[in-house]
């Protein structure tokens, strides 16, 4: 049993707005229902967990075996993030319905090629809430 996505270029970066692409391929013993390729952020740490699929690419009915072209626009927010209480990802997940089986390829969307790291915000000298301009709280 093979699940495999391959992003074009193998980018894991990606701006805001820009689009990823690349390939699906799947080679499952079992009869399926379909294969889906989601497209989706989740936040991971202290409370509730949150997750949010932005955009799904289904296939019904495949062959046991078989391969298929994607490609998705990313929305401009949110960016990737991560801080000491909470931690905002996104991914691509192939999954074979039934069954489960799946391969998960995570991605970082921001205007930058790492994570935006909440530690590295100005923060008040008292080490009080973060400073945010008009620009920041317009995202």
Do not use: N
Request: proline share 6%; hydrophobic share 40%.
């Amino acid at each position: 049993m093979t699940m495999r996505i391959e992003i074009d270029e193998d980018r894991r970066w990606f701006l805001p707005g820009e689009t990823v692409s690349g390939r699906m391929t799947w080679d499952i013993d079992d009869e399926l229902e379909a294969v889906e390729l989601r497209l989706f952020w989740h936040t991971a740490g202290k409370g509730t967990e949150d997750v949010e699929i932005v955009r799904e690419l289904r296939v019904d009915t495949p062959e046991s075996r078989g391969e298929r072209g994607f490609s998705f626009e990313l929305p401009l927010q949110p960016y990737s993030f991560s801080g000491s209480l909470i931690t905002l990802a996104w991914a691509l997940e192939l999954v074979a319905l039934p069954g489960g089986e799946l391969d998960r390829r995570e991605l970082v969307v921001a205007p930058t090629p790492v994570e935006i790291r909440l530690e590295s915000l100005g923060r008040e000298p008292s080490g009080g809430a973060l400073k945010l301009d008009a620009r920041s709280e317009q995202l």
